[in-house]
């Protein structure tokens, strides 16, 4: 369940109430007189069976009380009731299905700015991969997996492609094009340092083992972006997004970044455009399929919507 406020003015609070009367997947219905201050008006609470959401936000957006009232949802963990029970039943479709795309759009939008702390998880996350590559350390190259931030703009892009949204799509694309130039740059810097300590030495990459799929390009690594991207749009569509899929996102992104540098600093010039190209293969790999998820996901939104136009009429 979700729940949903609503600040409208007075004059406009009985169309609201009647939106949220008329969907059998609200409970909880509570109305609040004049408590609003900023802007002046009345408070509508209500909560919201989570496949319901997308097409109630778009009701209550026509109605203009996103422009001179306000709108908030927010996940409810734990909810007691018989009736929010019923609610749920009475909802079409399932609730782990359901696309809440205002939802998704701000979620992305937030996680996909270029911003200092994006760089320097990213940057981190490049310099943790590049340790783990050259010491020939799984372990630490998941942990550079774990830091890894870039699927938020990758996601944002994917939304935009979908919704025809240049914005979302170029604040993802900048992050991208300026964040991982810059994790590399300061990780190549750092890989010059470690040989002129003598902690490195091009014939030590010699005997990495482990780490040969950083570079190492062939029709698998389409196929895993692919799987990638699929799971971490389907997470984040069914707000069950979590750090293991960040890990799989990560899997040839930050280390194909960071063994690109280190291959350029040795010399090894053939190794650093495969890696090059893996980190390609995988961000377009990684995008489409995301894209193609919500595609997926939208024309099951457009026929539930149908379907429920029809049982209505």
């Given amino acids: 369940m979700l729940h949903l406020r609503v600040v409208c003015p007075p004059g406009r609070t009985a169309e609201v109430r009647g939106v949220l009367d008329a969907e059998p997947g609200v409970a909880h219905l509570v109305v609040h007189p004049g408590v609003a201050v900023h802007p002046a008006g009345d408070l509508v609470e209500a909560d919201v069976a989570r496949e319901c959401a997308d097409d109630l936000l778009g009701r209550l957006a026509d109605l203009g009380v996103d422009h001179d009232g306000g709108i908030t949802?927010?996940?409810?963990?734990?909810?007691?009731?018989?009736?929010a029970d019923a609610a749920e039943e009475a909802a079409p479709g399932d609730g782990a299905d359901a696309v809440v795309w205002d939802e998704l759009i701000q979620r992305t939008g937030e996680e996909s700015r270029l911003s200092a702390t994006f760089l320097t998880f990213l940057t981190i996350a490049c310099l943790l991969a590049a340790v783990g590559a050259v010491t020939d350390s799984p372990v630490t190259v998941v942990g550079a997996m774990v830091l890894g931030p870039e699927f938020g703009p990758m996601a944002a892009m994917a939304i935009g492609l979908v919704l025809r949204r240049r914005d979302l799509v170029s604040r993802g694309a900048l992050a991208l094009a300026a964040g991982f130039p810059l994790a590399m740059a300061v990780t190549a810097v750092a890989t010059l340092v470690f040989d002129l300590l003598g902690w490195l030495s091009s014939a030590g990459l010699d005997d990495l083992e482990q780490m040969d799929f950083i570079y190492e390009v062939g029709p698998f690594s389409l196929v895993v972006a692919v799987l990638a991207g699929a799971a971490g749009m389907l997470s984040l569509t069914s707000?069950?997004?979590?750090?293991?899929?960040?890990?799989?996102?990560?899997?040839?992104?930050v280390p194909a970044a960071a063994y690109a540098s280190v291959a350029v600093i040795e010399g090894r010039w053939s190794e650093a455009a495969q890696s090059v190209l893996q980190l390609g293969v995988n961000l377009v790999g990684a995008i489409g399929a995301a894209a193609a998820v919500l595609v997926l996901a939208r024309r099951g939104s457009r026929r539930r919507g149908a379907d429920r136009a029809l049982s209505e009429g």
Avoid: H, M
């Fill in 73 to 83: 949802l927010e996940q409810l963990d734990t909810v007691l009731s018989d009736r």
């Fill in 239 to 253: 707000a069950r997004s979590s750090a293991l899929v960040g890990v799989f996102i990560s899997v040839t992104t």
